[in-house]
């Protein structure tokens, strides 16, 4: 099963985010082939991967449906493997996991996530217009966007275009997991989920990750200690780097 992995310009690390990320593919995953980037390609990458240039839409209400039309990009190439995983560039592995055996996760409702954003957080409008799509359809609206790979079959994610049409064009997008999940009645196991934030110490960090299958991270977070942590847990440099 390939790996797409979308790619912006928004990395306040020189997208070193994601050469932990493929460090952390190499070390606890099986069962995958070929590696997609879409977007850009930082100039460290190297090997057999395939490279899809995307140019994205600019302003920050764009970003989701940027995403969603990377990985259609992905999807129409004839070279990508019917089902693939999809990492964001700052996804983390802590256990191992055989892809082909990889379950779906979901942190409860959509609608409880909204009821506790402020109406000031700009990704609150992205979950409401999911939860207005998948209502429109009678679909449930469970919440899948814990910070985590996911699994796609390219055919059934092509649908999604199909099945919602120009609606998918709503100003701030949509959730592109939890439309996905829900759209295809698909089953989830229950997950907490972890993105460090705040700048935390080493050893916050660690106590943070106690007993964690995954994690993800955001700008914040780095100017604390996560840039040393992350050395620490994915020392090796993966067959993707010069």
Known sequence: MDIVIPLGKGSRWENNELRYTLRSIEKYITGTSRLFIVGL????????F?????EDS?????RDLNIFSKILAACSD???SSSFIYFSDDHYLLTRHNVSEYPYFFKGSLIDTVSRMSDRQPYRRVLENTVSLLSKKFCTVNDFQCHCPVVYDKNLFWGLKTAFGPELLIQHG???????CNYYKIPGVPYTDLKIIEPLSFQQIAEALDNRAFFSIGNRSL???IKEFLQYLYPLKSKYEK
């Open 58 to 62: 600019p302003g920050s209400e764009f």
């Open 78 to 80: 004839q070279r990508l």
């Open 41 to 48: 390609c930082p100039d460290w990458l190297t090997g057999d």
């Open 50 to 54: 395939v490279h899809i240039p995307f």
């Open 174 to 180: 949509f959730a592109i997991k939890s439309l996905y």
């Open 223 to 225: 100017s604390g200690g």
